[in-house]
């Protein structure tokens, strides 16, 4: 189904494939009326207008061509193909950071070894955000004619890089930090999709300590050999944090690291409860969890309103789910919120 559309999970599948411009342009091409529904919400979202927010997006421009020349060229292939302006199909990679505003929570883990049943290696999240952003999200499928590998990444319709995995059971998926003071650096997005172009954990760590961010955020991350990590990731560096057991990471809303943790005043009050809650669903199933498993926990509600499985709490809900299987190559994703959408599993 290269260069078409379909709807899967109820979101559209856009596949592209070639050259980093091709890839852009078909992108553009295919989900032209979703591009505009993103500007449009990104500009309600802010309260900014339009003109105002692309000046301040094409401020990263020279970040994202140090960061990857290949990644700019995809973003003119999409304005041509978008029939945008380069101005907006910039303002697409740089949603947040352009109108300096974070508003999600979410709930990540990664499970290897010990923890899980026949030692897969397992990673995910629910994705809280505001409901809208179900309406122009997409998973996009990219197969580059260079050498960087194949990937699928739940995304919204423009934007280049979100979470995902790629051939390598590479799989990388987000939460949100607070307390941290917004600083002129890259946006996370275009690093997130450079990071779904390594083949393992070490490759990713490079890719972070190289590019400063302008904003605070957590990246959970697993391999197909059995690695997991997770980076705490700020403006002034980057902070890797180690759980008390190496198979079993969980992070939500609030900073874990030695590095970070004095930064932190409980922004998200529910945070730590979702994380105390993952654990406790960990540790009740060590040693037999799989993707059924995990897939069970998503859907938890204690806690409600802002449990696991959010329901509306802060203006923020579960819009989607994901759980990647490294070892087997398969990225489950779900619309909806954890106790009543529907899961499809996509190889990669």
């Excluded at 922004?267 to 969890?289: N, Q, T």
């Excluded at 994901?322 to 009543?340: F, P, S």
Aim: net charge negative; aromatic share 8%.
């Amino acid at each position: 189904m290269t260069g078409a559309q379909g709807l899967y999970a109820g979101f559209p599948l856009v596949e592209v494939s070639g050259s980093s411009y091709e890839m852009g342009f078909q992108h553009g091409s295919i989900a032209a009326g979703l591009i505009q529904k993103y500007l449009i919400w990104i500009e309600r979202m802010t309260g900014k207008t339009r003109d105002e927010l692309c000046r301040s997006a094409m401020r990263f421009q020279p970040l994202m061509e140090k960061l990857s020349p290949r990644f700019v060229e995809e973003i003119q292939g999409l304005a041509e193909g978008a029939d945008i302006t380069l101005e907006e199909a910039f303002l697409c990679q740089a949603r947040g950071e352009a109108a300096q505003v974070s508003d999600e929570a979410c709930t990540g883990f990664a499970l290897t070894g010990r923890a899980t049943k026949e030692g897969v290696t397992l990673a995910g999240q629910n994705q809280d955000l505001a409901p809208e952003f179900g309406d122009f999200a997409i998973l996009l499928r990219v197969a580059p004619s260079d050498e960087r590998p194949r990937a699928l990444m739940f995304t919204f319709a423009g934007q280049l890089g979100y979470s995902g995995m790629n051939e390598h059971g590479v799989a990388h998926f987000a939460n949100a930090l607070y307390d941290c003071p917004w600083r002129m650096g890259l946006p996370h997005y275009p690093i997130k999709r450079v990071c779904l172009e390594q083949r393992d954990v070490d490759g990713i760590a490079s890719v972070l300590e190289a590019h400063a961010t302008c904003s605070a955020g957590n990246m959970v991350i697993c391999a197909g050999e059995g690695e997991i990590a997770d980076f705490e990731i700020r403006p002034e560096g980057v902070a890797r944090y180690r759980s008390d057991d190496p198979d079993a990471i969980v992070h939500a809303n609030h900073y874990e690291t030695e590095d970070f943790k004095a930064l932190e005043t409980n922004s998200l009050v529910d945070s730590c409860p979702r994380a105390d809650r993952m654990r406790e669903l960990v540790g009740e199933a060590y040693g037999s969890i799989d993707v059924e498993t995990m897939k069970s926990f998503l859907s938890d509600h204690e806690g409600d309103p802002a449990g696991i499985c959010r329901h509306g709490a802060v203006d923020m809900v579960s819009i989607s789910g994901y759980i990647a299987d490294a070892t087997n190559r398969v990225l489950h994703v779900r619309k909806g919120h954890g106790c009543t959408g529907t899961w499809t599993a996509y190889e990669v």
